[in-house]
């Protein structure tokens, strides 16, 4: 594990404790979600650039492609 400190406003501080706030455990979570979606974000960019390199469907081979296979039961 690491640590990573912060300076806040002591007025802040003050005021999420007095209402029951676990401060350190609000920004963990907060720090994990944001690498979560960090994370997600770079899949989704390297799965688009994927798909983006992909050749196109020729026209209509979906429904062929629907077609042969109710064709086929």
Known sequence: MS???VRVD???KKSL???GVDVPSEVRKHLEELAW???LKKRM???EGSL????TAPRGFAARSVRED???H
């Open 10 to 12: 002591e007025k802040v």
């Open 37 to 39: 979606k960090v994370e």
């Open 45 to 47: 960019d390297r799965l």
């Open 52 to 55: 983006r390199d992909m050749p």
């Open 3 to 5: 640590v990573v400190s």
């Open 17 to 19: 404790e007095e209402a």
């Open 70 to 72: 109710r064709d086929s």
